[in-house]
């Protein structure tokens, strides 16, 4: 089934260690999204990547990165985590929207854990 | 500024009690207008969306939803919930088909046995 893919879905590592969280799809879709979504909050949007294009929310911090090096994979890299980045990290994609449908498919979310 | 208003933070129905949860969006032209579950420590999952056509939408697990034009509304509904629908409720709404979604607070449901 295509779908999206991501790993790991648990995530601990210390304050100040940088880490990766990993996003891959298999629906060929152009635009990629990493969300960050606090507990009872609504997802936050950090930043998309509409085929190589990248584009940064302006909220977004400077510690938040991303990599997206093909269509399939794309990448968020915290590079000096705090504990109020402890959040679940959602990656979601949607196809082309000029092809008519903006609607985003969601993977099941990276919980990070900052001691 | 578009926004995305769910007025209900918690609902508690009984099992087998028909269900209504609440959206207001601002914006002046008619948007796309989404509805996603999230369950416990899982990613969002989309019931349905509205884009243009039949304002009675229908989506997947039972339920569905109403544009109104008049209310700026798009109220999600299912006639009998399941212990299993329990879960985090969220409206979306995005202006135009390239723009970015924007997601309401949420409606956390809550079933009672």
């Known amino acids: 089934d295509a779908m999206v893919i991501q790993n790991p879905r648990y995530q601990v590592t210390q304050f100040g260690k940088p880490v990766t969280l990993s996003c891959s799809q298999t629906?060929?879709?152009?635009?990629m999204y990493w969300y960050q979504q606090k507990s009872s909050q609504a997802p936050k949007l950090l930043f998309h990547?509409?085929?190589?294009?990248?584009?940064n929310e302006a909220d977004t911090p400077d510690n938040f990165q991303s990599r997206r090096p093909n269509t399939s994979f794309c990448f968020l890299d915290i590079r000096s985590p705090g504990l109020g980045d402890a959040a679940m990290y959602l990656c979601a994609t949607s196809p082309n929207p000029l092809a008519g449908s903006n609607e985003q498919f969601f993977g099941p979310g990276t919980r990070l854990t900052v001691l | 500024a578009q926004s995305v208003t769910q007025p209900d933070i918690h609902i508690t129905v009984s099992e087998g009690a028909s269900l209504e949860l609440r959206c207001n969006y601002s914006y002046g032209a008619t948007p796309y207008l989404f509805w996603y579950v999230q369950s416990p420590g899982q990613g969002l999952q989309l019931l349905l969306k509205?884009?243009?056509?039949?304002?009675l939408v229908q989506g997947i697990k039972g339920f569905e939803a109403e544009f109104k034009r008049s209310q700026s509304s798009f109220n999600l509904r299912k006639p009998s919930v399941h212990w299993s629908d329990a879960a985090e409720y969220f409206c979306a709404v995005a202006p135009n088909r390239d723009d970015k979604i924007i997601f309401g607070k949420g409606t956390r449901l809550h079933i009672l046995p």
């Open positions: 629906l060929n879709h152009n635009v």
């Open positions: 509205y884009f243009s056509g039949d304002t």
């Open positions: 990547y509409y085929d190589k294009d990248f584009n």
